[in-house]
């Protein structure tokens, strides 16, 4: 079952830069390597949701009624379109450093909402995890199961790699407030953009 096509599909999937990849990589930019770790974590708890929704058949909602699918990905573009905002409006007055603890949770709690709030990603493990199964097997709950943590745990070591990498290209790229300022609400046009993307994302 965790063959080798497998983990290097999941590997590739994970690679992929999506909102998760976003919110880490501009985590570790601005806020240093201890925030960008509980980006990736609550990213990770994030897929959590969808996992269980996918093993327990409740994707099939999502996938057959449009009211359904349509509340939860408007709910996950206006979260978007919010940290887009949020991060555009704090490039005015912006500080580079390490958060305090204090915004630690707080860190994790929005790379948890991004996945929670993407109904794509339900719909994505009903459509991948499945065809990791064997067809002999006599437990595809657990199996599925299985899958999905290893891809989390993927996922999971992914992102800090990111979140590392990019608190240490900071000391070169984020020399100046002007530089800085500028990568911020690159960054926020891009949550923004991905919101749009969101929004006009058909189920699968």
Not at 80 to 91: E, K, N, T
Not at 181 to 200: D, E, I, P, W, Y
Request: hydrophobic fraction near 60%; charge should be positive; aromatic fraction near 12%.
């Amino acid at each position: 079952m965790l063959t080798a096509e497998f983990l290097i599909t999941s590997l590739v999937v994970v690679l992929i830069p999506g909102t998760g990849v976003l919110y880490t990589l501009s985590t570790g930019l601005f806020l240093g390597v201890r925030a960008s770790c509980f980006a990736a974590i609550g990213c990770t708890v994030g897929i959590v949701p969808a996992l269980l929704a996918s093993i327990f058949g409740l994707a099939a909602l999502l996938h057959t009624s449009a009211m359904a699918f349509q509340f939860v990905k408007f709910a996950g573009v206006a979260y978007l379109l919010f940290m887009a905002w949020s991060m555009w409006r704090a490039s005015g007055g912006f500080g580079l450093g390490e958060a305090p603890a204090a915004s630690l949770l707080s860190i994790a709690s929005k790379g948890l909402f991004i996945n929670i709030l993407n109904p794509k990603l339900t719909l994505f493990f009903l459509a991948f995890l499945p065809q990791f199964l064997p067809a002999s097997s006599t437990t595809p709950m657990l199996d599925m199961s299985l899958l999905g943590l290893v891809f989390m745990g993927m996922t999971l070591a992914v992102f800090l790699l990111y979140g590392a990498l990019a608190h240490y290209v900071s000391r070169w790229l984020l020399r100046s407030e002007k530089v800085a300022r500028t990568m911020q609400r690159g960054f926020a046009a891009s949550f923004a953009a991905l919101g749009v993307k969101l929004a006009m994302s058909e189920r699968a």
